[in-house]
């Protein structure tokens, strides 16, 4: 069932155990979900992830794609063991950072750690191929966090922004043996070459992006991988070449998870036979100092942003859509109007300059002209000021037809209105006359029957 070269390796690093292993593999993979707190969104009855508060089991995969609460941004589909990420955060991220994921999409741990960096943190999520992007802006747009930047980059133009970011997660593209049971695929682009391929790219990614991590941040590598090669081997990549050192997670005995299987270093494996979840390496460094001298001084919050001449150009009522609109910067660039928040907005201005924008705060909507037309993002975040709409709460089949895109009769009062499910927005329609007009991206629709 397994490609030969993967089960007597395999065999060989597990010994006896490498049976549960196998045995384990032919179960159905896990479902897990991490709910979304900042939307208030309902809590399910079903068994905790026990290293993630927000995070639970499903006793079976629903179609996600047909639950409105999925497109809301109430929930992420993610994969037990990697909201493990939550523990690290919690034994050694205590103030806001500056955090960069630089291996982000779809989102899975850019959406954790929106949910779980202290108040006030700037999580710049990246990713290099542009269709994946363009999903990782998506599936942040629908969290809504608003204080957080999309990028497209090489890890290299990163290594330019010397000792840059507090924190960085290199959730690293890796071989996939961990995903051999959730996408069965996997395994049939399983090969030994490939193994050496993804742990020499890893090791380029690290060293590529090593500049960017402050003396005495900290950095998180995790793959979804077995073999050492990738693992513990990169490990001691980090703390023998880069001059690293590994630091420990605090566990529990029941989540019985395994430790290193090469060099004396911390390191947190989760094994399916052993841990619920799929397969799932992860280690922790923190930069050792001594070049703190050598940090740029990036200057920020020492002088106001230069106020543009267009900042004044939008009608008074955008203030009145956020919640807080003392906490943002607004502006006007061409007919789009953007908020950026106040305490990072020079950080964004920097990195503006530097890097690969797919996008960044919020974008609350545009000039079209003289009507000023609301963002669905601005629908999405929960910086919205709920009151300045006309809510509309829709049945789950009106639901699914708006998000489909398709025509809806929606009688009420002229203008834009927010459609709801279970309390939670989904995005805007404009009402008119005789009609109403669905503005969900047409990007976004679900396609399939
Ligand atoms: N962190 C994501 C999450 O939690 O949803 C999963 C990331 S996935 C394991 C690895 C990502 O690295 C993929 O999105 C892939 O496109 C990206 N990637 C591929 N080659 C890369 C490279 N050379 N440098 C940086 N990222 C790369």
């Avoid at 290199?170 to 071989?175: I, N």
């Amino acid at each position: 069932m397994f490609p030969p070269d993967f089960s007597s390796r395999t065999r060989s690093l597990l010994g006896d155990e490498y049976r549960l292993l196998e045995a384990a593999l032919q179960d159905d993979a896990t479902v897990s979900v991490r709910i979304n707190r900042d939307k208030n969104a309902e809590e399910p009855s079903a068994e905790r992830v026990p290293w993630c508060e927000t995070g639970y089991y499903l006793p079976e995969r629903i179609a996600f794609t047909f639950d409105p609460l999925f497109h809301a941004g109430a929930y992420y589909v993610q994969e037990a063991s990697s909201m493990f990420l939550e523990q690290v955060v919690k034994a050694y991220i205590e103030e806001p950072v500056r955090c960069l994921d630089l291996c982000a999409a779809p989102g899975g741990k850019s959406t954790h750690l929106c949910s779980i960096l202290p108040a006030n943190s700037l999580p710049v999520c990246n990713e290099v191929i542009r269709s994946r992007a363009n999903i990782l802006a998506e599936n942040l747009i629908k969290w809504g966090n608003p204080n957080v930047v999309v990028t497209r980059n090489d890890p290299a133009d990163f290594g330019r922004l010397t000792h840059f970011f507090d924190l960085i997660v290199v959730d690293a593209p890796c071989s996939g043996e961990g995903m051999f049971r959730k996408d069965p695929r996997s395994a049939g682009q399983w090969s030994l070459s490939n193994v050496t391929l993804c742990a020499a790219r890893q090791r380029r990614i690290l060293r590529d992006v090593w500049n960017a991590l402050k003396p005495e941040g900290i950095c998180i590598y995790s793959t979804c991988t077995y073999n050492t090669e990738e693992n513990e081997e990169n490990l001691a990549f980090l703390i023998e070449e880069l001059g690293a050192e590994a630091l420990p997670v605090p566990l529990q005995a029941e989540w019985r998870v395994t430790g290193a299987l090469k060099y004396p270093y911390p390191a947190y494996r989760f094994f399916p036979h052993k841990t619920k979840g799929e397969g799932f390496f992860m280690a922790v460094v923190r930069k050792v100092g001594g070049r703190v001298g050598e940090t740029p001084d990036y200057g920020f919050g020492k002088e106001n942003r230069k106020k543009s001449k267009a900042q004044s150009l939008f009608p008074d009522e955008v203030k009145s859509r956020l919640l807080h609109p003392e906490n943002f910067h607004i502006e006007r660039r061409g007919n789009a109007i953007q908020a950026f928040p106040v305490r990072q907005s020079d950080v964004f201005q920097y990195l503006a300059g530097r890097l690969s924008f797919v996008s960044s705060g919020l974008c609350l909507g545009e000039i079209k002209g003289k009507d000023y037309l609301p963002a669905h993002a601005l629908a999405l975040s929960r910086e919205l000021n709920r009151d300045s709409f006309a809510a509309i709460a829709l049945s789950r089949e009106e639901a699914i037809l708006y998000l489909r895109k398709e025509t809806l009769v929606l009688p009420g009062e002229k203008g834009y209105a927010l459609v709801c499910y279970k309390d939670l927005p989904l995005g805007f329609v404009k009402r008119l006359e005789n009609r109403t007009n669905n503005l969900y991206p047409q990007e976004w629709r679900i396609r399939h029957e």
